[in-house]
């Protein structure tokens, strides 16, 4: 079977709330799209982003085989998980595009290229040798620009995971990441390693869902489309949220006021028109606290 492409020198996808909502190709840029693909990028339209892919990767190449397989076509990316894309081939992000000698290029001082992320598991499984939930309670310290953060686990409804967290603050994965996105009134979110909510410790987790609710305080992991697509990032909640209660893994609880208190100031730091704070909203380090029941 031939390898199939798609008929552009560039394929383009617009990808809205994670997931892929339409390919365009050269023609139809040519049409006039592109100067509606420079006001997407520009508008405050959340979760909205462009991404672009050179035609030599084939489509088959740029999706992960959950979502494709040898030979089928571009559209049937439409509606896709677009963290698999991006993570299933060399995808580029840009700002806007312009015309050259070429054909449609990307053009913007700020490009990054993805490649799938450093694969963290075999550091965390070694560095999950040795707990024991029977035998301890566990609480991850989150020491922030803005203060500090004790958050209690719950591994009796989530012990994938509390395991999780535990692994990767040990072996210091979230020392220095930040918070790249806050609503205020909803949530804070980190853990993303790239800063930009795309990415992750190069594996993912089984969602546990439970009946723990999402108030104010709430440990929960962060997701795409795909239930069993958390790695390492997580969201504390901002006030009750009853619409996230069995469709997010809630695996922890801050564990004091003071912790809450430190949560509120960073939830209500000013934010660009994209949730991501003007200012800096970082974890120093995160360090793991056993007690012995």
């Known amino acids: 079977m031939g390898r199939e492409r798609t008929n552009a020198a560039i394929n383009v996808f617009r990808i809205h709330l994670g997931r892929i909502v339409e390919i365009l190709n050269e023609d139809s840029i040519r049409r006039g799209i ?25 489509v088959w190449k740029a999706v992960s085989p959950v979502t494709a397989a040898p030979g089928r076509a571009a559209h049937s990316l439409l509606g896709t998980d677009a963290l698999r894309v991006v993570q299933g081939g060399a995808f580029t992000r840009c700002c806007y595009l312009k015309r050259s000698r070429s054909g449609i290029v990307p053009h913007s001082p700020h490009l990054k290229r993805l490649t799938m992320s450093k694969n963290y598991q075999p550091e965390v499984l070694e560095a999950l040798k040795d707990v024991d939930f029977d035998a301890n309670s566990y609480q991850i310290e989150l020491n922030t620009n803005h203060g500090r953060i004790l958050l209690d686990l719950l591994p009796d409804v989530a012990p994938g995971h509390c395991g999780n967290m535990i692994g990767l603050a040990k072996i210091g994965y979230y020392d220095g990441l930040i918070f790249h996105r806050i609503i205020n009134g909803f949530m804070i979110q980190g853990g993303c390693p790239e800063g930009s909510g795309m990415g992750g410790p190069g594996y993912n987790i089984n969602a546990e869902f439970n009946d723990t609710p999402h108030v104010e305080g709430v440990l929960s992991m962060a997701r795409s489309a795909s239930p069993d697509s958390g790695g390492s990032q997580f969201f504390i909640c901002l006030g009750q949220h009853t619409h996230l209660d069995n469709q997010y893994t809630a695996f922890g609880k801050t564990a004091d006021a003071e912790s809450m208190d430190v949560v509120r100031k960073i939830g209500g730091l000013p934010t660009d028109h994209s949730d991501r704070p003007s200012e800096a909203a970082t974890i120093e380090s995160a360090k793991v606290i056993v007690t012995a029941r």
């Open 34 to 58: 592109l100067a509606r693909l420079s006001g997407l990028i520009r508008s405050p339209a959340r979760f909205s982003d462009v991404w672009i892919a050179p035609e030599e990767i084939p």
